[in-house]
């Protein structure tokens, strides 16, 4: 696992999303995992940036969301496809059709699981899954004592997520108890896979992602088994990181990172 600190939330915001438009200006016809929530705003807003700059095109991307909250319409505001269309999909030139999200209002709940999952399939697979991580340590919505090697499903939300979303539900309890999410298999299965870890409140779940042993009860931790996961992360939620030495050193004599050093 690459580990990569930058000095502020901007900076590592910028680093992730420079890689993603690096990646998908070497293989246009791409296959992008999004992620949702506070931290992937600032990503989207560069990456918009990045495409109404011509620097790079979304003509020829498909993106699979990692989940949606079941029973929430596309329309309603707290959807996860009302914030995709909101903070990405209206403001670069992507093809609509070509933009998935799992459906909250499947009646079926294991038909509309396998029906992402084979949707994923037949798009070739994802090439880079877009990751945050929850301070549970969920990715996705894959909390904890979720299998490390599940498959998009329903799942029901921990109180610690049900707390820290809640906020924007009005009243905090509206929120749905449950998401569709892609399981931990599903994401292990993405050919590369860009965390980005910003702000102290994530310090030690970070810090238990990245060097804790690997458990289901830090979900995040399993990306410790992929064979090409970076975690990109500000100094603030890096602060506890017993091997920071060694990730500035990384940054600087990996020759993959040179092209990003600005
Ligand atoms: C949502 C998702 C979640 C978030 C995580 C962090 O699609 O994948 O795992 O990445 O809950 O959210 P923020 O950035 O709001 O702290």
């Known amino acids: 696992m690459d580990v990569i600190i930058r000095g502020t939330a901007d900076e590592a915001v910028e680093l992730t999303a420079a890689i993603i ?6 293989k246009p016809e791409f296959t992008l995992g999004l992620a949702t929530g506070k931290t992937m705003e600032q990503v989207y807003a560069k990456l918009a940036d990045l495409n109404k700059a011509g620097k790079v095109d979304f003509s020829r991307v498909s993106t699979f969301n990692l989940d949606e909250y079941i029973g929430l319409a596309p329309e309603d505001k707290n959807s996860y496809r009302y914030y995709m269309n909101y903070h990405l999909f209206s403001r670069v030139n992507i093809d609509m ?7 909250g209002m499947a009646k079926d709940e294991v038909a509309e699981g396998e029906r992402y999952e084979k949707a994923i ?23 904890p004592l979720s299998s490390l090697t599940s498959l998009t499903g329903a799942k029901v939300l921990t109180p610690n997520t049900l707390e820290v979303n809640g906020v924007y539900f ?29 702000g102290k409140v994530k310090a030690e779940i970070a810090k238990k992602a990245i060097e804790g042993p690997v458990s289901a009860m830090v979900t995040a931790s399993a990306l410790q088994y992929h064979q090409n996961a970076v975690v990109i992360l500000d100094e603030a939620a890096a602060s506890l990181l017993e091997m920071k030495d ?17």
């Open 97 to 103: 059709k070509n933009t998935h999200l799992p459906d």
């Open 170 to 198: 009005n009243p905090p309890s509206s929120m749905p108890k449950r998401a569709f999410t892609m399981g931990v298999g599903t994401i292990m299965a993405a050919r590369r896979t860009v965390m980005l870890i910003t």
């Open 21 to 26: 438009a690096d990646a998908i200006n070497a």
């Open 121 to 143: 399939a037949a798009a070739g697979g994802i090439d880079l899954q877009l990751l945050g991580i929850g301070c549970d340590g969920h990715i996705g919505f894959n909390e």
């Open 246 to 262: 060694y990730c500035r050193m990384l940054w600087e004599n990996d020759p993959k990172w040179k092209k990003f050093h600005r």
